[in-house]
């Protein structure tokens, strides 16, 4: 038999067996050309230091403790006391310096470090290594808990004045003793915690309404003129009331649905009516219930809400939770996107703005004109540098309640319980995994570009409906509805044209006027709502009560025929709107106007359109001109920076104008006029064939002499219009139309208009007008009346003549 210290082998010798198989380390020489350390790395002087420094004070703890026994001792003497009885504490200091000795040496000798590290503790580590890792954690536990308890019993055994072991045992007994201080000091401690926390419980809570079955007495057939989105929302409730029918075919019951649109639309109603015709719990979270003063409330009320939710759809197989006013939400930073993969308010946009002096405009130029449109494009920015909105999220909510609501909504689907997730693991068995809770959460906001673009992806907000603006047919069913609530006249064919005249009425303006028209005939002392009464209300509520102001007469008249050149090009030219009101009673941010509507819901808009719509603008330049023998007012600066809007998009953007290319896309890349960059050539600038500028110019000259031509070949109209609004300031639209047609309309006698009295005085009086406009004189001549002129009566009578009160007025 052969040593293995005494050389190889010789063939079919016997040899001692190898113990420490494996892959051997590599030689000083392998490790050296691979560029790694040859000795142990040197050690930070805190970690050569700090168990000499623990057991120094170890040391001196003891020498204190055997002096404060016995204050009569001296510091020599309790120094030798505890070298004779702690002797072991200096042991172990010399055991720390030999170790720190050794370390000291393997870090300057790589012989020596490669002897120990993988000759004597290599082996130990292969050995160990068999092992696996959750074996060694558990031992490595089970050694610190030793040595934990090994320190604890010496520095118990030197407070109590006993050995080490006894010392443990003595502990409860020691502990009883003291126990009522330390029940004080922890009642102390809890009274104080349990003050904070019954707090911020308390302001955790308020702003969520929990509804059950029968509490609400709305449904579905409370909701007029939404009839397309309450089918979708329906659908959604029959998903949750029957999930089976969908997860068995492999899918999954939505769980968020957004109802997004201008307000009044009946979004808030139709949550409440999802509220009354479930059977499932309906739980309201009201818009503020986020917003509060200290930080960290916010989550709290997510956890609460949630942790509320959770129960209710267990016991009740489903729960229904409904955020108003999802926008106070907000979101983390930046501007949240669109469905769709659109960002920014114009993919959400709603409705076209209500500029005073647009009111002539049909809804989709009113809309291109108030919209931000012609900013300048990310062309004329810094390089590299993004313009971007911020939108502080959650109110006073604090930070972290948008995440938390987020993670609520589509997070981890942890164990829930106590019991499930702790005593489970205790006893070594899995928790049972959570049960599948159906929340249907619906939101509802104005401001769809306010919320966060993750609380918008599919899995927490599934289905995102638009909640618009009703069609005839919806505006029409909710007139009804609401008048039949109401002692009315109204005839069907009324309730139609009314319909129709309030082209971006909703549920809510729509009960408000049937409501102010209730008022109005009350106020005159009847029971019963008539079609003046709806007339004047919908004036009322359109443009509010006019200025307790008198122009001079000068001034009416010019403004008179202002608004009557608008109103007679409109009648000859535009034929995809119709006039709804005309007047020249001062309101807030206006002098007179002419609004018109569309008698049908249309979704394209051409090019004739378009210049019918120019044409009408400039009408006021064109006729100032020509009646005021080429002088015109500033009142025109609103109606041609409209013009001049239409006929920029119509030139560069839609496609209109004589070229074909769009400025839009030449305006974002930097070129075709320039950019806005320094330094481009005048042929490269002048991308567009005859330049932007340049045709605009030529389009609108073009229209204006359009204009000018229809108002010489109607100027009779414009004076008969004008007439009628000096006498009434305020006109419907079918009295328009009766004064330019020569017939009776529901106000106004058309007929006095087609005499050849009318034409002379007119005439007459509008030189006498044009005299003092130039003079800034007196009209010399008052207003003519005809025979056979305005009828009496409640909407007859002359406003000259009562102008006291409400003056009469139709729309």
Request: with cysteine; glycine share 10%; proline share 6%.
């Amino acid at each position: 038999m052969t040593n293995p210290s005494d050389g190889p082998t010789q063939p079919g010798a016997l040899a001692w067996p190898d113990h420490d198989t494996g892959p051997q380390p590599p030689s000083d020489h392998e490790a050296a050309e691979r560029g790694e350390r040859l000795t142990r790395k040197p050690m930070a002087l805190w970690d050569r230091a700090k168990f000499l420094l623990l057991l120094a004070l170890l040391f001196l703890f003891f020498i204190w403790s055997a002096m404060a026994d016995n204050p009569l001792v001296p510091f020599e003497d309790a120094v030798n006391q505890v070298v004779a009885a702690k002797w072991w504490v200096l042991a172990l200091m010399g055991v720390e310096l030999l170790r720190q000795l050794h370390y000291f040496v393997s870090e300057h000798s790589a012989t020596y470090h490669r002897a120990w590290s993988q000759g004597v503790f290599g082996r130990f580590d292969r050995r160990v290594g068999r092992m696996n890792d959750w074996n060694r954690f558990r031992v490595a536990r089970a050694l610190k808990a030793l040595a934990f308890l090994a320190l604890l019993s010496v520095v118990l055994g030197a407070l109590f004045d006993v050995d080490p072991a006894t010392a443990l045992f003595e502990l409860p007994a020691r502990a009883f003793v003291v126990l009522p201080l330390i029940l004080q000091l922890a009642f102390g401690f809890f009274f104080v915690m349990f003050q904070f926390i019954g707090l911020f419980w308390f302001l955790s809570k308020g702003g969520i309404d929990v509804y059950f079955p029968d509490d609400i007495k709305t449904r579905f057939s409370d909701v007029w003129g939404q009839d397309p989105v309450v089918d979708r929302v329906k659908e959604n409730m029959v998903f949750l009331e029957a999930p089976e029918r969908i997860e068995e075919r492999g899918g999954y019951v939505p769980g968020g649905i957004l109802l997004w649109g201008p307000p009044g639309t009946g979004k808030t109603l139709m949550a409440e009516a999802v509220a009354g015709e479930t059977g499932k719990p309906f739980v309201f979270v009201d818009p503020g219930a986020f917003i509060n003063m200290f930080m960290g409330v916010g989550i709290l009320k997510v956890k609460s809400l949630f942790r509320k939710l959770r129960k209710l759809a267990v016991r009740y197989g489903g729960v229904i939770v409904f955020f108003d006013e999802a926008d106070s939400l907000g979101n983390r930073g930046s501007l949240a996107g669109a469905p769709g993969g659109q960002a920014g308010a114009s993919a959400w946009s709603t409705r076209p703005g209500d500029g005073a002096h647009l009111r002539w405009l049909s809804p989709a130029v009113q809309a291109e004109v108030l919209r931000h449109g012609l900013a300048p494009s990310a062309a004329h920015d810094e390089p590299g540098r993004i313009r971007d909105r911020m939108i502080m999220g959650m109110g006073g909510g604090g930070s972290g309640t948008l995440q938390a609501l987020l993670t609520e909504l589509s997070g981890l689907k942890k164990p829930r319980g106590f019991l499930n997730r702790i005593g489970r693991r205790w006893l070594g068995l899995s928790p049972k995994p959570p049960p599948k809770y159906r929340i249907l959460v619906m939101m509802a906001t104005n401001m769809p570009e306010a919320l966060d673009e993750a609380m918008l992806r599919p899995g927490r907000i599934d289905r995102i409906y638009k909640v618009g603006y009703p069609s005839k047919e919806g505006r029409k069913r909710t007139y009804l509805g609401y008048f039949d609530k109401v002692a009315h006249e109204l005839t069907d064919d009324q309730i139609d044209k009314l319909a129709t005249i309030t082209p971006y009425a909703t549920g809510a303006t729509i009960k408000d006027l049937v409501n102010e028209a209730l008022i109005t005939a009350i106020r005159n002392g009847r029971e019963v709502i008539t079609w003046p009464d709806v007339l004047k209300s919908k004036q009322l509520k359109e443009l509010g009560p006019p200025e307790d102001v008198e122009y001079i007469e000068r001034e009416r008249h010019a403004v008179a025929v202002h608004e009557a050149c608008h109103a007679v090009v409109a009648y000859r030219v535009r034929h995809h709107l119709t006039i709804d009101l005309a007047t020249i009673e001062k309101g807030g941010t206006y002098l007179g106007m002419v609004s018109s509507i569309k008698p049908e819901d249309q979704f394209t808009h051409w090019r004739s359109e378009y210049e019918a719509d120019i044409m009408v603008a400039l009408a006021s330049l064109a006729g100032e001109r020509l009646f005021f023998d080429g002088d015109n007012s500033s009142g025109v600066s609103g109606d041609l920076e409209s013009a001049t809007t239409v006929a920029t998009l119509m030139e560069g953007y839609w496609g209109m104008g004589s070229t074909v290319a769009s400025h839009g896309v030449t305006h974002k890349v930097g070129i075709g006029g320039g950019g806005g960059k320094p330094g481009v050539e005048d042929h490269e600038r002048d991308l567009l064939k005859g330049g932007l500028g340049e045709r605009i110019e030529e389009k609108l000259a073009e229209l204006l002499a359009r204009t000018e031509v229809v108002l010489v070949e109607n100027r009779l109209d414009v004076l008969a219009v004008a007439h009628a609004l000096e006498t009434y300031k305020t006109l419907s639209g079918e009295d328009v139309v009766a004064v330019l047609e020569g017939r009776q309309g529901p106000v106004v006698d058309g007929r006095v208009y087609r005499t050849p009295e009318f034409a002379e005085q007119a005439e007459r009086y509008h030189e006498l007008a044009s005299a003092a406009h130039r003079g800034h004189s007196k009209v010399a001549a008052p207003l003519p009346v005809f025979t056979g002129g305005p009828p009496r009566g409640e909407w007859g009578v002359l406003v000259e003549a009562d102008r006291s009160d409400d003056p009469p007025r139709s729309p």
